[in-house]
């Protein structure tokens, strides 16, 4: 496989690679080197690439799967799950700070959530992937993503409410 063949490839989904990364790391340098080195691996496993049923599933996957090594690992220790992907510039003021206090408390609410939930959440919400190929990423079966996102929805749904009654009266 030659270098423009592979760019072909991998380029449509590698910013689905990097909110994902984004998503579970703390920082924009953390998720563009686990960006590079799931690259790199892609690179060189670049032979391989035609025997995938899907490459961006397989991609995906060793995002994930490096991406929840540096969670684990000792160097990143202080890594917790970020998310700020939301920006609306012709928005008024008032409408950017309640989008930052929301992004803020989801950012609260997820980091509350087990490490599966919180990919599934992301891959189905966000990434807007179907079940059938989070449940190949994830290695799952696609019953246990559908219970993993529906129990992510339902913790986030019971928090939001807890803290918007909380907030009348």
Known sequence: MKQAEFLHTVMPFKDKLFRLAKRLLVST???EDAIQ???LKLWANKGKIATYRSVEAFAVTTTKNYCLDRLKSRQAGNLKLVHSNYSDENASLQRQVEARDSVA???KIMEH???QQKIVLQLRDVEQY????IS???DMNPTA???ALSRARKAVREALIKKHSYGVG
Do not use: K, N, S
């Open 145 to 147: 993503v559908r219970v």
């Open 136 to 138: 190949d990423m994830m």
């Open 37 to 39: 080195e799931v690259l």
């Open 130 to 133: 179907e079940f059938e190929e």
């Open 105 to 107: 408390l989801m950012q």
């Open 29 to 31: 340098e953390e998720a």
């Open 113 to 115: 959530l087990p490490e």
